[in-house]
């Protein structure tokens, strides 16, 4: 069974950083696409960043290049997002999701496993 767990949010001022973990679990990760996601209420899921786990290939939403960078760990079996210079409409849960093969786009209804998401506020 895949677990996905996030940690690393929180409250930061606007202009802050955080760096978002999500801890995998439950079997090997070979070929798997690993995401970040985020939603705010009223609103759909929204793509953020991904990652291959075999290589080194990244996906990035176009609005946020440039200020959030993803990674990971093999050894690990965790994913990073190092996220910069951050607004109050970053404000957000963020979700760690695994895909078990990269189906072409980074649509939520891609990936097949889901964290419980971790909170981060940016305030102004």
């Known amino acids: 069974q895949v677990q996905l767990v996030e940690s690393g949010g929180g409250l930061v001022q606007a202009g802050g950083s955080l760096r978002l973990s999500c801890a995998a679990s439950g079997r090997t990760f070979y070929g798997y696409v690993m995401g970040w996601f985020r939603q705010t209420p009223g609103k759909e899921r929204e793509f953020v960043a991904g990652i291959r786990w075999s290589g080194s290939s990244t996906y990035y939403a176009d609005s946020l290049k440039g200020r959030f960078t993803i990674s990971k760990d093999n050894a690990k079996n965790t994913v990073y997002l190092q996220m910069n210079t951050l607004k109050p409409e970053d404000t957000a849960v963020y979700y760690c999701?695994?895909?078990?093969?990269?189906?072409?786009?980074?649509?939520?209804?891609?990936?097949?496993?889901w964290g419980q998401g971790t909170q981060v506020t940016v305030s102004s």
């Open positions: 999701a695994a895909a078990r093969y990269y189906r072409g786009n980074n649509y939520p209804s891609s990936y097949d496993y």
